[in-house]
């Protein structure tokens, strides 16, 4: 049974699957089905609830989660229907009090899915599987390295892909999405 994701709190959907979907062509579509891990859907649920902002004592900073671009792996890239997705067999995820990837925090593996709609590919695309050197995603003007979980909704977005082998992909659309796909694996603590 497919279920929208437009959860208040995702702790109440921790270890349970749920599609993610968005529109493409006039129409909703699935893009990935994810099980969220109880510390992430934790970590969300504080960022996303003003109610626990005001319980946090001066100094002390939510956790922030993101997505690494460098060293995450490619295993796939679709473009049909005007969709162009990316699938991470290998994320690179932070979880950190602060910014992810550079304050203390928990590191994992985890597949994952990058999608833009209404997208078009401006380079062919790469040998695959294939591990990222360097990139970046553009969203609404802002410039990422390491892509914020939840991203939030997003008008517009532009992926740009630098390879370990040399190669490049480019790809832009809108409404970009980041969905996590099935079981995390706890990498390192970092302080």
């Not at 740009?160 to 992909?169: A, K, P, Q, R, W």
Request: hydrophobic share 40%; glycine share 10%.
């Amino acid at each position: 049974m497919r279920q929208r994701v437009e959860h208040d709190d995702p702790r109440q959907h921790a270890g349970t699957t749920t599609d993610a979907s968005c529109m493409a062509g006039g129409r909703d579509v699935v893009v990935a089905r994810y099980a969220l891990p109880t510390h992430v859907a934790s970590g969300i649920s504080r960022l996303m609830d003003p109610a626990l902002a005001g319980d946090r004592q001066p100094g002390v900073t939510a956790m922030s989660m993101g997505l690494e671009l460098y060293e995450s792996r490619i295993s796939r890239v679709d473009h049909a229907d005007g969709m162009v997705t990316l699938h991470f067999s290998h994320a690179a995820l932070h979880n950190a009090k602060g910014i992810p990837g550079r304050d203390p925090g928990t590191t994992w593996s985890q597949e994952a899915v990058l999608s833009l709609a209404d997208a078009t590919l401006a380079t062919p695309r790469p040998t695959l599987p294939n591990m990222i050197a360097d990139g970046f995603l553009d969203a609404d003007g802002e410039h990422y390295e390491v892509i914020p979980i939840p991203l939030g909704e997003r008008a517009t977005g532009r992926v740009h892909l630098e390879f370990t082998d040399g190669s490049v992909l480019d790809a832009s659309g809108i409404r970009p999405t980041i969905a996590l796909l099935g079981n995390a694996i706890h990498l390192e603590d970092f302080q």
